[in-house]
């Protein structure tokens, strides 16, 4: 039982959630391709893993170039024997590439971008692991949503509408694979700490403002950390979690679960 002995591909994996999840899969046994267009990064994050006795390769992959995607899975095979579990989690926010957050002054080419990273190549990804899972006897596809699959937040225009259509692909993927025994869960994070959390709150007008509103609606009065969402990546992909397929989980410390902040309870955010 558990992921010792899967074989993982976790696109986006240079950094933040990726890269936590890339080294504890590794820590617990898994073979882990590490896949990024931030090569220097994804480079460190195997040596790390290997460092400390762990199976890991780099692999360059942008996710919207469906040249690079399939180079990638076919990498993945010909290194590990196959593909059990294909993470999907690169991701941007408008705020990483452009500072025009408005309905005005956001450009198609922002919109576009976003969607293709967040969506587009969740679908291509899958795709072009599709040949391989087939062949995998507990393969499982687990992609990134995002509280803001579920709830509206300011300056999120094209993040949330790919993250709600990540969780709706999610359960179309989920039935059109159902037949293949490949699971299909996705996975929505409150504010986790992250460079995609600090440049968002670097382009807010007041950002402070917009950390108390990430922060103090956390039942648990903290910002999340990449091992928090790892540990779910991890069980998703376990064949203890065999039951779980279509799935939406919400892993944001309790912000979805009410309306109100910290403060009415009482209580403070830990740093
Ligand atoms: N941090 C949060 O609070 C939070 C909350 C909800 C959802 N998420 C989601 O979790 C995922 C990981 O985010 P994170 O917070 O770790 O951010 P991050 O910026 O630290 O990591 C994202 C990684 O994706 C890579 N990437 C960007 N564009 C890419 C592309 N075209 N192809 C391949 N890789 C690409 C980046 O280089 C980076 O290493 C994203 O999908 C994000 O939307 C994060």
């Known amino acids: 039982m558990g992921i010792s002995g899967l074989r993982f591909v976790i696109t986006g994996s240079a950094d933040g959630i990726g890269a936590g999840t890339a080294r504890l899969a590794a820590s617990r046994g898994a073979s882990v391709v590490v896949s990024d267009v931030n090569d220097e990064h994804g480079e460190l994050v195997v040596e790390e893993i290997r460092a400390a006795g762990g199976k890991a390769i780099y692999c360059h992959c942008d996710v919207t170039d469906e040249t690079q995607v399939a180079a990638l ?28 957050l408005s309905l005005e002054s956001m450009s198609r080419q922002t919109f576009e971008k976003v969607m293709g990273v967040n969506v587009t190549g969740v679908w291509l990804c899958s795709k072009y692991a599709l040949p391989y899972l087939r062949k995998s006897a507990q393969a499982s596809i687990i992609n990134a949503g995002s509280t803001s699959s579920l709830s509206g937040y300011p300056q999120c225009q094209a993040y949330g509408a790919s993250k709600g259509a990540v969780m709706q692909l999610t359960k179309m993927l989920a039935v059109d694979l159902a037949a293949d025994g490949i699971r299909v869960n996705c996975y929505c994070p409150g504010s986790i700490h992250t460079q995609i959390v600090d440049k968002f709150l670097a382009a807010a007008p007041n950002p402070q403002a917009m950390l108390n509103t990430m922060t103090m609606t956390h039942l648990i009065p903290r910002m999340g950390q990449p091992v928090d969402v790892a540990e779910l990546v991890c069980f998703l992909a376990s064949p203890e979690s065999q039951f779980v397929n279509g799935a939406v989980w919400i892993i944001d410390g309790g912000s979805l679960a009410w309306r109100g902040t910290l403060d009415v309870l009482g209580m403070e955010v830990n740093a």
């Open 73 to 100: 899975m076919e990498s993945a095979a010909r290194e590990f024997g196959g593909i059990d579990v294909l993470h999907n989690n690169a991701g941007i926010h408008e705020s990483m590439i452009s500072s025009g």
